[in-house]
């Protein structure tokens, strides 16, 4: 006769299984991001392993994607199969299942660049050293504001590691309407931004829709220059704002509702840059979710910290929270009323992979 202890290991032994083979993550999604930021590269490598170590847990179309990769060189003096970004794009099919890296040279690469819906798996690698730029200069007012994009990602599993991403159009003004800039749209699922500098003035990263991550980047711009309605990470990375005397904002989040699940949670991040009337972000619309934690703030940063846009029927429905920040710029003394300090238990929601659902998608950044 089978003991009670021994049936009850079994059946632990049981669901552990189910679990693993419907690729279940059961802990390290939800392992919070060390208040020590010299701990977090070695705390992300090891939940972010290769992919021989974690087979059993990512999704199955991500690890028959990463089977075989194939790769794509794209140099300007052609050294590699392409000279420029596009026409590599173009000789991926359509319905793409297996990882393709695009190894693109140094130099600047005028272009403006779409990859569609239909060529998942994806993946811009630069060198470190001499990273490519990636430059156009559309504007809302010859594209529309979200097409005006140098870069527009809409696949799924897109992956950009080493490269440069800049609008170089000029910075907008009153006198001008229109003017605004995108460098970068990301508008796919499960893409990751490992050590890419994006360049812009107004609207410089549509964070469109859709689980991101950017990692050990740069970002650079003027007002709104992380906006729109996507559920991102942003871990290790430095927001560089070009300020002057007049009012500059970080970030515009279109949350319109509670049912919708959209946040922007910045993570070890530098708020650098020139001025000092800088807003973490503003309530573009009504449910707005934004969340700094573990960041240092510079004087850039506006004593309030934060803006509802004139409206103050949304002091109630934003949520625009701040945790263990350290710096001038996040001194909470003339914070606006609606910003909410966060508790530990209220906070770690935001600092976990777990956000993103990272542990079941992200993979290491690849090597030059």
């Keep these: 006769m089978i003991s009670k202890t021994r049936t009850f290991i079994i059946n632990v032994a049981i669901i552990i299984a189910i679990l693993y083979k419907t690729n279940i993550v059961l802990s390290d999604d939800n392992s919070q991001i060390p208040a020590d930021r010299s ?19 990512l999704e199955p179309a991500l690890v028959s994607a990463e089977a075989a990769p194939k790769v794509i060189k794209v140099m300007q003096d052609g050294s590699g199969e392409f000279k420029t970004i596009t026409a590599a794009i173009n000789s991926i099919p359509t319905g793409n299942n297996k ?12 272009e403006k660049i779409k990859i569609e819906r239909s060529r998942p798996f994806i993946t811009f690698l630069g060198n470190p050293k001499n990273m490519p730029n990636l430059t156009f200069d559309g504007t809302a007012k010859k594209y529309g504001t979200v097409d005006s994009a140098t870069l527009i990602v809409m696949s799924d599993y897109f992956v950009a590691a080493n490269i440069a991403i800049s609008n170089s159009a000029a910075r907008p003004d009153a006198r001008r309407s229109g003017g605004q800039a995108v460098a970068l749209r990301t508008s796919g699922d499960k893409s990751a931004f490992y050590n890419c500098k994006i360049y812009g003035f107004q609207d410089t990263v549509c964070d469109d829709r859709n689980n991101h991550l950017f990692k050990d980047c740069l970002i650079q711009g003027t007002v709104d220059y992380i906006f729109g309605s996507g559920k991102s990470l942003y871990l290790k990375t430095e927001l560089r704002t070009l300020g002057t005397k007049d009012v500059t904002v970080i970030v515009a989040q279109a949350r319109k509702s509670q049912s919708e699940d959209y946040i922007y949670s910045f993570v070890h991040c530098d708020l650098t840059g020139t001025g000092t009337r800088t807003f973490l972000g503003r309530a573009w619309l009504s449910h ?3 969340a700094f934690a573990y960041s240092t703030m510079t004087k850039v940063i506006h ?14 429905t934003l949520f625009f929270g701040e945790y263990k920040n350290t710096g001038p710029g996040a001194d909470i003394k003339k914070r606006v009323k609606f910003t909410k300090q966060l508790s530990d238990g209220e906070a770690k929601p935001f600092i976990t992979l777990g956000i993103i659902q990272g542990s079941r998608w992200l993979l290491p950044p690849p090597n030059f």
């Design 39 to 57: 701990q977090v590269d070695s705390w992300f490598n090891k939940i972010v392993g290769p992919l021989s170590q974690r087979k059993s847990t």
């Design 99 to 110: 990882r393709v890296i695009i190894k693109i040279g140094p130099g600047n690469y005028k």
């Design 288 to 290: 707005a979710k934004v």
């Design 303 to 316: 004593p309030e910290g934060w803006c509802n846009n004139l409206h103050s029927e949304y002091n109630k």
